[in-house]
T-cell receptor, first 111, second 114 residues
Framework: EAAVTQSPRNKVAVTGGKVTLSCNQT?????MYWYRQDTGHGLRLIHY???????EKGDIPDGYKASRPSQENFSLILELATPSQTSVYFC??????????FGKGTRLTVV | TQTVSQSDAHVTVFEGDSVELRCNYS??????LSWYIQHHGHGLQFLLK??????VVQGVNGFEAEFSKSDSSFHLRKASVHWSDSAVYFC????????????FGSGTQLTVMP
């Protein structure tokens, strides 16, 4: 069964610290996505990737970097975390004409 | 630029009622449309999709959606809702060529009263 696994599931970080959110997919999908979900905003696309070595900016990339070292793994990196980045983050994978599969989310709190 | 609009933030119905959740999009080329459901505290789960062919597509749990190019719409419907259908529903659009960005609407909270 298609699976997208996010780690950690919960994270508390300090302002100015570095945070790395990890995502692994066993679907062999080329495309992977990082979203954040906030009340009143729905899901907003941060970064996405077409395949290993590729990262593209989504709608709200400022303050975030992404890394796709392999087909299976796609990380979201906050070099200098800020309280405004407190949110729930979702990773997803998909391919042309397929449904997109989502992870269970990571709740990040920046204090 | 692709955009997705879900005009109703909240919809409340009674169990057994029919429901339609509205979704309108703007995009000039070929697109891929889908609906997702999110129960409280959980991730998103796929309901159904449309890419081409029959404009009425069937999904899981009795949901269906109808694509209309003239109205730029992809509304979700269910003939008889159950309390367990209470959730947030998201419409999403993705270009079928070029950029693979998947863009979501703001979601509609469906509440089914007993």
């Amino acid at each position: 069964e298609a699976a997208v696994t996010q780690s950690p599931r919960n994270k508390v970080a300090v302002t100015g610290g570095k945070v790395t959110l990890s995502c692994n997919q066993t679907n062999n999908h080329n495309n992977m996505y990082w979203y954040r979900q906030d009340t009143g905003h729905g899901l907003r696309l941060i970064h996405y990737s077409y395949g290993a070595g590729s990262t593209e900016k989504g709608d709200i990339p400022d303050g975030y970097k992404a890394s796709r070292p392999s087909q299976e793994n796609f990380s979201l990196i906050l070099e200098l975390a800020t309280p405004s980045q407190t949110s729930v983050y979702f990773c997803a994978s998909g391919d042309k004409n397929t449904e997109v599969f989502f992870g269970k989310g990571t709740r990040l709190t920046v204090v | 630029t692709q955009t997705v609009s879900q005009s109703d933030a909240h919809v409340t119905v009674f169990e057994g009622d029919s429901v339609e959740l509205r979704c309108n999009y703007s995009y000039g080329g070929s697109i891929y449309l889908s609906w997702y459901i999110q129960h409280h505290g959980h991730g998103l789960q796929f309901l159904l999709k449309y890419y081409s062919g029959n404009p009425v597509v069937q999904g899981v749990n009795g949901f269906e959606a109808e694509f209309s190019k003239s109205d730029s719409s992809f509304h979700l419907r269910k003939a008889s809702v159950h309390w367990s259908d209470s959730a947030v529903y998201f419409c999403a659009v993705r270009s079928s060529s070029g950029s693979w960005q998947l863009i979501f609407g703001s979601g509609t909270q469906l509440t089914v009263m007993p």
